[in-house]
């Protein structure tokens, strides 16, 4: 019996797959002439939970394979246990100056004493060997992100070979098709290989599997068991068991399905199946037609992806294969490859964070080491942030909810983490966590003693809200923002001098200042502050709408009113410290006190002008080249300077070709799009796909700003689908640096504020001429008053010359669609 089901299922995949795999689309694909030969140049594929890198190669092809929960160790803490008995000292020192004792102290006393965090492994390699490949003609290799699936074609000796692979969304396995255009001429080997392998084989004729278990990691032994397996699925042909492989003769198509599983259930436990889950997966794929298994990846993907379409033009340098177009991108005109970046920006953040499962780490889900480079975890002062800036903005807030997920866990592990080292209620966590939820300090305290890694994260609760409106979401967030605020409620510390409260110990991430005798820990830097404002703000607003808490508004109003005003220093800069120690040659990657302009909005050119010019200063002192993050967030950060030039500019520095191989000393783009911090980190992706978004549509600033920094060279182009708070969906069309056409749509009602470079008209609408000075009605667009700035003497403050822009209020009902044009 069992024996007539396997072959249906063999007969059935097999005479579903002739059709092929859909069309062409050349705009949205990666594509080179040649395969992969290191891990920079491979194609990404991925469904959320299983990570593939594909080399493409016609002799040995390498599916590079990532499972998101396979993390060395297992569940663990790390919070150092005497916290509470040196924190007070160290704050004294802080205070009086003394930052060498103060640092000495908390690495004793505050840093965890032996778990660091864990690290993000490969789960290792599917490998098919195909001997007769040696000489091959005519080669072509792509990743489509239209569709999400990867292809590459090749001549052996007249025939045309052709593989089709991608990561099924809803059948949730790696789904392989090897075709030939002449009968009878598929032979290979095929087998699992793995350094954290524990053994791999043939289980049967068709099928092998790979079993392991994660990596012992700073005393904390190996726990995340997998389990892999690949059934091969040939039509014509033979298949034999070679020494632990499978060896296919002369078939003439055939179809490989893979599955991949861990033990892992949450950050808390390790009790599931990682067999019986692979195995029910992989028998459940094996059921349907290859047709099926096809459109229905497709449909789901298409499902988020299609929701954006952007187009910029464009030109003859856009044939060539995508590794040659980033090498010319600086000299040659090629809009049509920031559109491809762009989109691959979304296509990663799909394909790496889907509901239920893990938020997409420095490498989103792709690594290929057991010991990669900052343990692939979460570095939370900057990093996973910048992963989820496009979420809302891009149409892909079911991407944001693993960010979320990771919140929740967070405020629990990290109660415990506040009570034990601080005596504080709420929650905390430091510079970076894991897949365990660590939340301790982790390395040094010069880059650890970071005590703002909840406040920063928990503003992505509040800003989920600003788009959907959704109050039963707000509710379920609420506890988290207001357990965040708690934990400063108690920690927040009066600082002689001016008696504000601030963090101590605390840094500005992971900057020094001058004469601080080489030390970065420090109280009351800028970016605490803003963060903490931020989130008194997010939280009282919270308890607002939802009818709560009285009496914490009532007491986050009041700390809010104590913590320190941003402060402009001699050099006329918003200053990243207390005192005003910035070095103007400082060239630091992080620009930590601009989170004020961006993602906060504490910044803004309408209503606080002397900080707006003061972070201009910030950013020309840092100037443009950096890591691949720091240039990505500099696209965002000039984009609220309103100066869509130099966010170009910057955006050209990140799209410079960077040596797979060698890897350079610079951030850029290797050939395979990866951003390049060095090494491949992807939050430069990230981070410039939001930067862009934030060129053509900004809704910090009260209104929903259409087009606030648009480059000259982008004079034509469009954009659908965008989200702005306040539940609206925005599509724009500009031709010749004008807005043409504007289409609104309102998911929530509410009064529409739109600020536009030029005059717009809406048939059968009025439209009302707005201004700064009333404020938008609609209270997603409230902003926050923030204290007025202490200038230092010595600054010298220009006058902020705005371009002129119009700026109108319209009512919008729930449901209902608004177009704009140009005003002739
Ligand atoms: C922070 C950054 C580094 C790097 C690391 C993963 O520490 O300062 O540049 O991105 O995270």
């Excluded at 005519?138 to 239209?146: K, M, V």
């Amino acid at each position: 019996m069992k024996g007539i089901i396997q072959f249906c299922t063999i007969v059935c995949i097999i005479l579903t797959s002739a059709t092929g795999f859909g069309q062409d689309n050349d705009g949205l694909k990666l594509w080179y002439n040649k395969p992969a030969t290191v891990w920079n140049e491979a194609l990404p594929l991925g469904n959320g939970r299983i990570g593939l890198m594909v080399f493409g190669d016609p002799v040995n092809e390498k599916l590079q394979l990532n499972e998101s929960t396979f993390w060395s160790g297992g569940p663990s803490r790390n919070d150092n246990p005497d916290g509470h008995l040196v924190i007070d000292s160290v704050q004294y020192y802080i205070f009086k100056g003394e930052y060498k004792r103060a640092e000495i102290l908390a690495n004793k006393g505050l840093t965890a004493k032996q778990l660091h965090g864990a690290m993000y492994q490969t789960v290792g390699d599917f490998n098919l060997n195909f001997e007769n490949n040696q000489v091959y003609t005519d080669y072509y290799r792509e990743l489509d992100i239209e569709k999400a699936i990867f292809t590459t074609t090749f001549k052996v000796n007249g025939t045309t070979y052709k593989r089709e692979i991608f990561t099924s969304f809803p059948d949730d396995v790696i789904v392989v098709k090897l075709t030939a255009n002449k009968p009878g001429m598929l032979s290979f080997t095929a087998g699992f290989d793995g350094e954290l392998q524990k053994n791999s084989g043939a289980i049967d004729k068709n099928t092998l599997q790979m079993k392991g278990v994660s990596g012992t990691h700073e005393g904390v032994s190996g726990q995340v068991k997998f389990d892999a397996k690949a059934k091969i699925v040939n039509d014509g042909g033979s298949i034999s068991v070679e020494s632990g492989k499978l060896r296919v003769s002369k078939a003439n198509e055939v179809v490989i399905i893979i599955s991949v599983a861990t033990n892992f259930t949450n950050y808390a436990t390790l009790d599931t199946d990682e067999s019986k889950k692979s195995s029910n997966k992989l028998d459940a794929a094996l059921k349907k037609p290859l047709k099926k298994l096809l459109s229905a990846h497709v449909s789901a993907y298409q499902n988020y992806f299609n929701r954006v379409v952007f187009n910029l033009g464009t030109s003859a340098a856009s044939k060539l294969p995508t590794d040659i177009r980033i090498k010319n991108f600086a000299t040659a005109y090629d809009p049509q490859l920031i559109c491809l970046y762009y989109q691959f920006g979304r296509y990663l953040l799909i394909s790496s964070s889907q509901p239920g499962g893990q938020p997409a780490n420095l490498q989103g889900i792709w690594n290929g080491s057991t010991k990669p480079a900052w343990d692939s975890k979460y570095t939370i002062n900057i990093n996973t942030e910048m992963n989820y800036w496009p979420a809302e903005k891009c149409n892909l807030p079911e991407m944001h909810e693993p960010l979320i997920q990771l919140i929740k866990d967070l405020s629990v592990t990290g109660a415990e983490t506040a009570k034990t080292m601080y005596k504080s209620g709420g929650w905390v966590a430091h510079h970076n966590t894991d897949i365990w939820r660590i939340t301790g300090v982790v390395d040094f305290a010069n880059a650890g003693q970071w005590p703002m890694g909840g406040a920063w994260l928990s503003q992505h609760l509040w800003e989920k809200y600003l788009y959907s409106g959704n109050k039963e979401y707000l509710a379920f967030v609420y506890p988290v923002l207001k357990s965040a605020s708690k934990f400063y409620q108690d920690f927040l510390i009066e600082e002689p001098t001016h008696k504000w409260l601030v963090v101590s110990p605390s840094v500005s991430p992971e900057n020094t200042p001058d004469g601080h005798q080489g030390i970065a820990l420090t109280a009351g830097a800028t970016m605490d502050n803003q963060l903490i404002f931020d989130l008194f703000t997010k939280t009282i607003k919270s308890a607002q709408i939802l009818k709560k808490d009285p009496e914490t508004i009532i007491e986050l109003e009041k700390l809010k009113d104590r913590l320190p005003p941003m402060q402009i220093g001699r050099y006329g800069q918003l200053q990243e410290w207390l005192g005003d120690w910035d070095n103007p040659d400082d060239k630091h990657r992080h620009v930590s006190h601009l989170y004020g302009l961006y993602p906060g909005n504490q910044i803004s050119p309408y209503t606080t002008p002397q900080l707006f010019n003061a972070a201009k200063t910030v950013l020309v002192h840092r100037g443009d080249v950096s890591t691949g993050w720091s240039m990505g967030w500099k696209v965002n950060l000039w984009a609220h300077l309103l100066d869509g030039n130099h966010a170009n500019k910057l955006i050209k520095d990140q799209l410079t070709l960077v040596d797979p191989i060698t890897r350079g000393e610079k951030g850029g783009t290797y050939p395979n799009l990866f951003d390049v911090h060095p090494p491949f980190q992807i939050d430069g992706n990230f981070g410039c796909t939001s930067g862009i978004t934030e060129m053509l549509l900004q809704t910090q600033n009260g209104a929903i700003d259409i087009l606030p920094a648009l480059p000259d060279e982008w004079a034509n182009g469009s954009i659908t689908g965008l989200r702005a708070y306040g539940g609206f969906e925005v599509s724009i069309v500009w031709k010749n640096n004008k807005v043409q056409q504007i289409t609104l749509k309102s998911n929530l009602g509410g009064n529409c504020r739109i600020r536009v470079p030029n005059e717009v008209v809406m048939k059968a609408n009025t439209l009302t001429t707005a201004s700064d000075s009333n404020l938008n009605p609609n209270s997603f667009f409230k902003t926050d008053t923030v204290k007025q700035p202490l200038i230092s003497a010595s600054a010298t403050i220009s006058d902020v010359n705005l371009k002129k822009t119009y700026m109108y209020d319209f009512a919008t009902q729930a449901g209902k669609t608004y177009v704009l044009n140009l005003k002739n």
